[in-house]
């Protein structure tokens, strides 16, 4: 599904990535975990075709992402949730996700199917369509963010820390919506502060520092190795939600 190899990106003089690889196979679920600066929003955001890189490449289903602009990358089955939730706060809920829906716009008649398998995954949305995303809870925000990044019907999505500034109970509510994304056939590639919660979830993980991949394998080895993780992530991540 997708495949970096070897890559490197700057940000003028600056360089961001170094030599960084790796691997998101069909159907995966994979954490891209780091400390603040290790360069994980600058891998999503060159996945995303929004950051050229120097040398190597980065192939998604086998094409690559050099080749194409930016917003081919999303009509090739990429979906970015950037940082930030970045929703329309004027707009309603059903306007937003109509604008999730505009890569496949000449898809007509799909709209309606696409909203209510957001809506069976977040149902609290549907009591809110006609509501102006930016008078919803941040909770309620970040599900229509998602929602949103799902109306393209994506067959990988990139998730960037989602989670921040939710409470504990709703992070493992988006975890799980997630999960039954994922389990629907959608590979996903998810950065997250909460290393405990993002190990339980995925089946594989890479942890970054300094723009390259200093550590990886399967989640539920890494989340066993903790003295691994602490090394490389440091003891300042913020306290994890409880598992249910
Ligand atoms: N727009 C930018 N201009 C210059 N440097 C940047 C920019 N964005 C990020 N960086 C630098 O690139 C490195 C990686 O940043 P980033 O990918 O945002 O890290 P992370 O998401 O892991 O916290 C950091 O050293 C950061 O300061
Ligand atoms: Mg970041």
Known sequence: ????????????????LRGLSLTVGDGEMVALLGSNGAGKTTT???ISGLLPYRSGSIQIAGVEVRTLPAHKVVTAGVAHLAQGRELFSE?????????????????????????AQVFDLFPRLKERVHQAAGTMSGGEQQMLA???????????????????GLAPNLVEQLFDA???????????????????????????AYVLAKGTVVLEGLSSEL?????????????????????A
């Open 1 to 16: 599904m997708l495949a970096i190899d070897d890559i490197d990106v700057y940000y003028g003089p600056v360089q961001a």
């Open 44 to 46: 999503l955001r060159a």
């Open 91 to 115: 707009l309603t809920v059903t306007e937003n996700l109509r604008l999730g829906h505009w890569s496949r716009r000449r898809h007509r008649g799909e709209f309606d199917d696409r909203c």
């Open 223 to 243: 989340a066993n190795s903790e003295d691994v993780v602490g090394a490389y992530l440091g003891h300042d991540s913020p306290s994890e939600p409880a598992s």
């Open 146 to 164: 998602v929602g949103r990044a799902l109306m393209s019907d994506p067959t990988l999505l990139l998730v960037d820390e989602a989670s921040m």
């Open 178 to 204: 997630l999960a039954a994304v994922n389990e629907a056939g959608t590979s996903i590639l998810v950065v997250e502060q909460f290393i405990g919660m993002a190990l339980r979830y995925t089946q594989r």
